[in-house]
């Protein structure tokens, strides 16, 4: 089973809409949760960070739910910007080894006008 | 300030041959991370150095694969006898120190084509 599972989609979605990702961990002991975008042939950049009590970063809200190893992000009033790919990321311990980052496959939104 | 470089941003190379990719951190980031994408996934862990010595090491696929920070800065990823199952997209990220909460920030990769 893989460490992080999200569903690929694509999403498309006009603009002005609201649009949701979710993801699942497998790993209990995980400890930090982000979300990351990609935009097509770039580098993965940090989007947010999760934190169980929920957190927003203008019209992006993450929440994170321990009990169901479960991370959502919910992008408000989507824009043609926001087309990329999410990656749900999870950094964990594993025995001895340090906190690598697990990276799902990530979820493709496309924002069309 | 100047974030993660790596080169070549582009490598191709034959079946057999042996490459190296080279990563170079953002100053002052002691840790540096090396993953691999393949085409429709996420990035996948290789190795990780804390300084100079390799913390972890677990994601190398096999013993191909190599990776030396010597003066715990720049880093470059070995791989002898490549295969074509090899091509990929080879992603170094560093972060302050450490990587149980310090951000990972991304290099723009190196997309490795074996022929």
């Known amino acids: 089973r893989k460490e992080v599972e999200q569903d690929p989609g694509p999403f498309n979605v006009p603009e002005g809409a609201t649009v949701a990702f979710n993801c699942t961990y497998s790993?209990?002991?995980?400890?930090?949760f982000f979300w990351y975008r990609q935009d097509c042939r770039k580098e993965p950049k940090l989007l947010m960070s999760v934190y169980s009590s929920g957190n927003e970063d203008g019209r992006f809200t993450a929440q994170l739910n321990r009990a169901s190893q479960y991370i959502s992000l919910l992008i408000r009033d989507s824009k043609l910007s926001d087309s990329a790919t999410y990656l749900c990321?999870?950094?964990?311990?594993?025995?001895?080894?340090?906190?690598?980052?697990?990276f799902g496959r990530g979820t493709q939104l496309t924002v069309w006008p | 300030g100047a974030g993660v470089s790596q080169t070549p941003s582009n490598k191709v190379t034959e079946k057999g041959k042996y490459v190296e990719l080279r990563c170079d951190p953002i100053s002052g980031h002691t840790a540096l991370y090396w993953y691999r994408q393949s085409l429709g996934q996420g990035p996948e862990f290789l190795i990780y150095?804390?300084?100079?010595?390799?913390?972890?090491d677990s994601g190398l696929p096999n013993d191909r694969f190599f990776a030396v920070r010597p003066e715990g800065s720049v880093s470059t990823l070995k791989i002898q006898r490549t295969e074509r199952g090899d091509s990929a997209v080879y992603l170094c990220?560093?972060?302050?120190?450490?990587?149980?909460?310090?951000?990972?920030?991304f290099g723009p990769g190196t997309r490795l084509t074996v022929l």
């Open positions: 990321v999870v950094n964990a311990r594993r025995g001895s080894t340090l906190g690598r980052l697990y």
């Open positions: 790993n209990s002991a995980s400890q930090s």
């Open positions: 990220a560093s972060s302050f120190g450490l990587p149980d909460t310090d951000t990972q920030y």
């Open positions: 150095f804390q300084g100079t010595g390799a913390a972890d």
